[in-house]
């Protein structure tokens, strides 16, 4: 079956029907995306699909196994897998939208993690740096490139998490970053200000390099060796230690509660045993 809200057409199988009146609402009345604006003045399809194996079909099995969302921006359409109705949907579809609205503003290929990384920032999905502040490799100073992000992102469940993770930091920096920072020299409060302007160059000029160089004097290498920095900066020892510190604090105090109250039971039981109780002076101890 098929309904259409506005400019969304949602498809879906019966026993889901409702699930996809709700979602082709929330997709037609999307909030505009960092730096692009609204969805575009096109129609959308949005296809529900219910089991793994109607996913892999709808997307060719062209993605990893893990993952629960395809944008195809050039057919304006977008398959989620709804195996397991819960809120995550509505930030998956935000996520996929998101994909939508940057290629219809900028019309030739990017690098993806830039696309995965501004999804992943005009869908909110901040879940992804908590869990970056646990990473070990992260926070030991190992390194990642680009293009290794690049890989990382259509790899095993793992990698991709992380790569996810840092391709949203890197998109973060760039969107903290006014366009007349000289090589991000200014930093601007909120990420539409950042954002706008190079994505503006983006539209207009051939490369991705090229956005850079108009919008942040920098070149693509140097924004590398830049967001490296800031990731250490971050996501370093320090930040790392103090992610963990904190989990351990609470265990520490959920364990000392627990001793505690371990400590009061035995006391109370000792009480009601010793209750009335008296050792005959004249008896020896046995062995």
Request: aromatic share 8%; glycine share 8%.
């Amino acid at each position: 079956m098929s309904v259409t809200v506005g400019r969304v057409t949602a498809v879906a199988w019966p026993p889901q029907q409702a699930l996809a009146v709700e979602l082709a609402r929330a997709a037609d009345a999307a909030e505009p995306f960092p730096g692009v604006g609204p969805l575009p003045d096109r129609p959308i399809r949005l296809i529900l699909a219910p089991s793994r194996a109607v996913f892999d079909s709808l997307t060719r099995r062209r993605l990893p196994g893990w993952s629960e969302g395809a944008a195809f921006p050039e057919r304006g359409v977008v398959v989620l897998l709804s195996d397991r109705p819960t809120l995550r949907l509505a930030g998956a579809l935000r996520h996929e939208l998101a994909h939508l609205a940057l290629r219809a503003r900028v019309r030739h290929s990017l690098p993806l993690w830039f696309e995965e990384g501004y999804a992943s920032l005009a869908a909110g999905e901040w879940d992804r740096l908590d869990a970056l502040q646990l990473n070990w490799q992260v926070a030991r100073g190992a390194r990642f490139d680009l293009d290794e992000l690049d890989r990382a992102l259509r790899g095993d469940r793992p990698d991709a998490t992380t790569a996810y993770a840092l391709a949203t930091t890197a998109v973060l920096l760039l969107a903290r970053w006014s366009a007349a920072g000289g090589g991000g020299g200014n930093v601007v409060a909120g990420g539409d200000r950042g954002l706008a302007p190079f994505i503006e160059h983006l539209a207009r000029d051939p490369t991705f390099d090229a956005a850079l160089r108009d919008t942040y004097h920098i070149t693509e290498d140097d924004f590398e060796i830049r967001w490296q920095q800031d990731v250490a900066t971050r996501y370093g020892w320090l930040g790392w230690a103090g992610a963990v510190g904190l989990v351990w604090a609470i265990l520490g105090l959920t364990m000392i509660w627990l001793v505690r109250l371990r400590r009061r039971r035995d006391r109370a039981r000792r009480a009601l045993l010793d209750e009335g109780w008296t050792v005959p002076s004249e008896d020896d101890p046995t062995a």
